[in-house]
């Protein structure tokens, strides 16, 4: 029975996969109806706005709902937010069971499952949490913190040198790695970086052959799409010639944003604004851009992660202020000897100010080595 309950509800979590990169500021979501031990009815919440995932799953199961149990990979939500409540949705299908993997932390949605039990239905949350928690680390991490989630990944040598002196950086990690790293931009809604590595590497930050490895419960891509792209730049240097501005691998318009201090020139803001740049301006904290005040504004949009990409000195200026929640790292076989760290600005006298991790992944890839952590404490 439990292993039943556990399969159909890993289906649930590998439904909600489906939608990976287009739900924010929603979280992941999948629902499966089970009747007399086969699957009536599945769905996933595809987007903000559309109807969430017991929804689909209701209607493609239709009268056969009557008696089912439906397994949810978060509790079903109790509010009329952009659609009503799933809560009563599943009450009036006659549905006889619910298992949720995990509670709705948003406290504006949360309380299905009580509506659902005084409703006579057989309720239940907490088969396979941890997996349903790291599905939606981001949902749950905005939830508790009430900012937006900021993954740094950088590519290392074995002494830890993200780039050459001269600030030459192509290419430090193998095509494999790469590949993987790109998986990221698909996940988080913001790719983020400052104005110095667009002068330097005018990157496209795209997402063209994404590796899919860093979700394990991902059966097939979600469609692909790019994220919105995010220059910290505080006098507004970025060129409009840059290529962040041109349209995506699959013909999408470039959405871009470029976040000056105040009183940086308007000539140039309005040069970046006629490339197709939406120019913010933000307060200035110590003479550059408040990173404080660039997540509020992202969190603001419905942008609720941001994948941080360079260059140091914007890594170090995260870092130092407590702001990077998870690091992917990729350390190639390679030594740069000097040349510029992951975190400058970061300069701690001794060993006991440096910040340990907590290593949630350690693997091979091509030839190096990929990690993913989280800062301790
Ligand atoms: C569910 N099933 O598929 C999702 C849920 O703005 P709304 O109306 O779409 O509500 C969004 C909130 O609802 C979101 O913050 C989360 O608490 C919950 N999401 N709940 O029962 C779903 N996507
Ligand atoms: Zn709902």
């Known amino acids: 029975m439990r292993e039943l309950d556990e399969r159909f509800l890993q289906r649930a979590l590998q439904l909600a996969e489906r939608a990976r990169g287009h739900t924010h500021p929603n979280p992941l979501v999948g629902a499966v109806l089970v009747r007399e031990g086969r699957i009536v009815?599945?769905?996933?919440?595809p987007k903000a706005g559309e109807p969430h995932a017991e929804i689909f799953a209701l209607r493609q199961a239709g009268a056969l709902a009557q008696g089912a149990t439906?397994?949810?990979?978060?509790?079903?939500?109790?509010?009329?937010?952009?659609?009503?409540?799933?809560?009563?949705?599943?009450?009036?299908?006659?549905?006889?069971?619910?298992?949720?993997?995990?509670?709705?932390?948003?406290?504006?949605?949360?309380?299905?499952?009580?509506r659902l039990r005084a409703g006579g239905v057989e309720v239940e949350a907490g088969l396979l949490e941890a997996e349903a928690r790291g599905q939606n680390e981001v949902f749950f991490h905005v939830q508790r913190k009430g900012r937006p989630f900021v993954l740094l990944?950088?590519?290392?040598?074995?002494?830890?040198?993200?780039?050459?002196?001269?600030?030459?950086?192509?290419?430090?990690?193998?095509?494999?790695?790469r590949r993987v790293?790109?998986?990221?931009?698909?996940?988080?809604?913001v790719v983020m970086v400052g104005v110095g590595t667009v002068l330097k590497d005018d990157p496209w930050l795209t997402v063209r052959e994404p590796d899919f490895r860093p979700f394990p419960l991902m059966l097939e891509p979600p469609p692909l799409r790019d994220p919105v792209k995010v220059v910290l730049d505080t006098e507004g240097r970025t060129p409009p010639t840059a290529r962040i501005f041109r349209e995506g691998p699959r013909g999408e318009p470039a959405r871009v944003y470029?976040?000056?201090?105040?009183?940086?020139?308007?000539?140039?803001?309005?040069?970046l604004e006629e490339a197709g740049a939406r120019v913010v301006e933000l307060p200035?904290?110590?003479?550059?851009?408040?990173?404080?005040?660039?997540?509020?504004?992202?969190?603001?949009?419905?942008?609720?992660g941001?994948?941080?990409?360079?260059?140091?000195?914007?890594?170090?200026?995260?870092?130092?202020?407590?702001?990077?929640?998870?690091?992917?790292l990729f350390l190639a076989p390679k030594l740069l000897g000097e040349g510029r760290g992951l975190l400058e600005g970061f300069v701690p006298e001794h060993m006991a100010e440096a910040k340990g991790l907590r290593l949630a992944r350690k693997e091979w890839i091509g030839e190096d080595l990929w990690l993913e952590a989280y800062p301790e404490g």
Do not use: I, M
Request: aromatic content about 6%; charged content about 20%.
């Open 181 to 189: 790293a790109q998986a990221y931009r698909q996940w988080l809604p």
């Open 70 to 114: 439906a397994y949810v990979s978060l509790e079903p939500c109790n509010h009329f937010g952009r659609t009503p409540p799933c809560s009563l949705a599943l009450l009036q299908a006659g549905v006889a069971r619910v298992v949720a993997a995990v509670r709705d932390p948003n406290p504006l949605a949360q309380g299905g499952l009580e």
């Open 306 to 328: 941001v994948l941080l990409e360079g260059g140091p000195r914007l890594a170090g200026a995260f870092w130092q202020r407590g702001l990077v929640d998870k690091l992917a």
């Open 284 to 304: 200035r904290d110590g003479g550059r851009v408040s990173l404080e005040a660039a997540l509020a504004f992202l969190l603001e949009e419905g942008l609720d």
């Open 41 to 45: 009815g599945e769905g996933y919440h």
């Open 153 to 177: 990944k950088a590519a290392l040598t074995l002494d830890g040198k993200v780039a050459a002196v001269s600030g030459d950086a192509r290419y430090v990690s193998s095509v494999e790695s």
């Open 258 to 271: 470029v976040l000056v201090g105040k009183g940086a020139s308007k000539e140039r803001l309005r040069a």
